[in-house]
């Protein structure tokens, strides 16, 4: 008797009281995470029916191994930065000017001579100013050239190859201690540090794939899904 006394406090079974507190944090140690990730996603939330259509291309791209990364050549791609959309400014300060806010832009009305990124990959404030420290932002490949290049892009024409590029779905500027970290790493391989933009991210490859028709692995296949699956919509 004097044993189970010691186990009640003012009536309370203390036992009782302290399973319940240990099962509370089995809880939220398992669902944490997870939750904390769709907290973060939901300051990237993306159209329901975006999604849904990003479901079914993903569904739809080619499953096959990567080709052979020894025989990329990034001047296969055409000039870097090329005026592809002729509009009289390389494709690096469009999308500066399309990315930073508070842009300052030269007198020939294309050189972005300064700006402030909020970068998606890190989360973090960037000010940007052209000079030493320009490649503090730098322009990422959402889908990597060294990964096109390996799951289709080998057999295009140039043209077809430039146009990957330049084109804007494709490009974002951001951290570049991030984007060095990336490489050529598809979503198997790498996902923004920002668990939050995990999905946009994955969003804007699978679309990208979808449009150029490359394809993906299995691994990459199945970590895009789970990507999509922890997609915040609008």
């Not at 972005?112 to 932002?137: C, Q």
């Not at 991030?178 to 969003?203: H, I, M, T």
Request: net charge neutral; proline share 4%.
């Amino acid at each position: 008797m004097a044993g189970a006394a010691s186990c009640t406090v003012a009536g309370v079974d203390v036992r009782w009281v302290w399973a319940t507190v240990l099962m509370v944090c089995l809880v939220l140690g398992l669902g944490g995470p997870r939750w904390l990730a769709a907290r973060a996603s939901a300051r990237y939330p993306v159209p329901a029916a975006d999604l849904a259509v990003a479901r079914r291309t993903l569904d739809a791209l080619t499953v096959a191994p990567r080709g052979d990364a020894g025989t990329y050549d990034r001047a296969a791609f055409g000039t870097p930065w090329a005026d592809d959309d002729r509009n009289g400014c390389d494709t690096r300060d469009d999308v500066l000017h399309r990315d930073l806010t508070a842009v300052v832009v030269d007198t020939d009305g294309c050189t972005v001579l300064s700006g402030t990124l909020d970068d998606p990959y890190t989360g973090t404030v960037i000010r940007f100013a052209r000079g030493p420290g320009s490649a503090d932002v730098q322009i990422d490949h959402v889908v990597a050239l060294q990964d096109a290049w390996r799951t289709g892009a080998s057999e295009w024409s140039a043209r077809e190859r430039l146009r990957i590029a330049n084109d804007p779905a494709n490009l974002l500027a951001v951290d570049g201690g991030a984007n060095q970290d990336k490489g050529a790493a598809d979503a198997a391989e790498w996902l923004p540090p920002s668990v939050g933009f995990r999905c946009a991210y994955v969003l804007r490859q699978v679309r990208v794939k979808g449009a150029y028709g490359l394809s993906v692995t299995a691994d990459e296949k199945r970590a895009m899904r789970r990507a999509l699956d922890r997609c915040v919509t609008s």
